[in-house]
């Protein structure tokens, strides 16, 4: 990992912090000697990844529903009175509906999904935006995927694939919104990455394993750390020209 001594002492938030990318993103922050703070709605998940955390620098958990406004404001409102500042943050947090066939998924599971993936990025970015005190050195990665640059390459994925496609929509109308004064704002977009929910998926499904991985060039599925490095990356001062970036992290998948 590079260092970027820019991010010394710099706040950063970053929603599902608790586990797989999230997780791996807040310990390359802690590195870096930034001030961690990772929300997610689990306690017993937060303490083990804090536990991690600890012997890397700086972390603090708070819990967070991030498709509730309400608890957004409130994980902004206790940021600011640890911290007084946010600089960097993170939109990874995301949770869905059951999964099915457009002609088969209920509306439930629909709205579940888009708010779990986009509503849940809006309302984090309007908090976000507001708290960043010097918004022209400040920067906001959401986590797009693949997904959002392309159809769902499996049956059941329509909702997600159109939640990411709405981040996607979502990073760059904001990031022109700001372009000039800032923050900066771009996203990642991730192909198959080796978490915990895929990981699982794969060694239930020997089909969706070799899937999976035909449709990855390189020939395996990434790393949480490599998603992180392109976060950091995009957050430090090296990329001060990426506003509106979407930063394919996949392996050749799209290529």
């Known amino acids: 990992m590079p260092a970027y001594p820019d991010m010394q002492g710099k706040v950063v ?13 807040a310990g390359a922050f802690a590195r870096q000697g930034a001030k961690v703070v990772i929300a997610s709605r689990r306690e017993a998940t937060a303490k083990t990844a804090l536990k991690q955390l600890a012997a890397l620098g700086d972390a603090h958990w708070f ?10 404001g409130r994980l902004m409102d206790a940021i600011m009175k640890m911290h007084g500042c946010l600089d ?5 947090g995301g949770s869905s509906g059951r999964s099915a066939p457009v002609a088969k998924m209920s509306e439930d599971a629909w709205r579940k999904t888009i708010d779990g993936f986009l509503t849940s ?8 935006i507001a708290a960043m005190m010097d ?8 986590n797009a995927s693949v997904d959002g640059l392309r159809g769902y390459p499996f049956p059941g994925g329509a909702a997600y694939s159109a939640a990411k496609h709405g981040v996607i929509g979502l990073t760059r ?8 004064q800032g923050p900066r704002i771009c996203a990642v977009a991730p192909g198959w990455i080796n ?9 239930r499904d020997e089909d969706v394993a070799k899937a999976i991985t035909k449709q990855t060039p390189r020939g395996s599925i990434g790393t949480a750390d490599e998603v992180a490095a392109a976060v950091l990356w995009l957050c430090s001062e090296a990329s001060s020209f990426a506003v509106g970036t979407v930063l394919a992290i996949d392996g050749g998948y799209l290529a």
């Open 121 to 128: 990025v809006f309302l984090c970015m309007n908090a976000e």
């Open 63 to 72: 819990p967070v529903d991030t498709t509730d406004g309400k608890a957004v």
């Open 135 to 142: 918004p022209s050195k400040s920067v906001i990665v959401n």
């Open 173 to 180: 109308s904001a990031a022109l919104e700001h372009a000039a």
């Open 88 to 92: 960097y943050a993170f939109n990874n």
């Open 13 to 25: 938030l970053i929603t599902g912090g608790s586990s797989g990318i999230g997780l791996a993103t």
């Open 195 to 203: 978490t915990p929910p895929v990981a699982n998926w794969m060694k």
